[in-house]
């Protein structure tokens, strides 16, 4: 009896959006990207003046090759930290947040109680 190999599929490559850190696919990161900062604008400005950020910028894509080929990998990797970068610290705990989420896990949150 021949074995067969399991079907090979091939994920179709995304790409991360710097602004949220998800992932979309390399047509629709287009479409995204400035609704995305649109409504990071929004959420942004609506926030207490302490946790406003600066604009997150978007990372320089080098192409590499003739053919204008870029490093996905490289580009993935910039736009994840600069998603990362968006995140706030907790001044309680230290935990990281986006800004409106946390104003609400600050409500909740205590101080460890030495045992």
Known sequence: ?????PAFIRRPPTV????CGREY???SISIH???????????????PKH??????KKP?????GAKGYYDLDALNE??????QAQLVPCNICGRTFL????????RSCKPKTPK
């Open 78 to 83: 910039s736009a994840w930290q600069s998603a």
């Open 60 to 64: 320089e894509v080098v192409s590499i």
């Open 33 to 47: 990207e400035p609704q995305c900062l649109k409504k990071w604008h929004i959420e942004n400005d609506q926030l």
């Open 51 to 56: 946790l406003r950020r600066p604009e997150p």
């Open 25 to 27: 696919g390399t047509q």
């Open 99 to 106: 800004p409106d989420r946390l104003i609400v896990h600050q």
């Open 1 to 5: 009896m021949g074995e067969t190999q």
């Open 16 to 19: 991360i959006c710097y602004i």
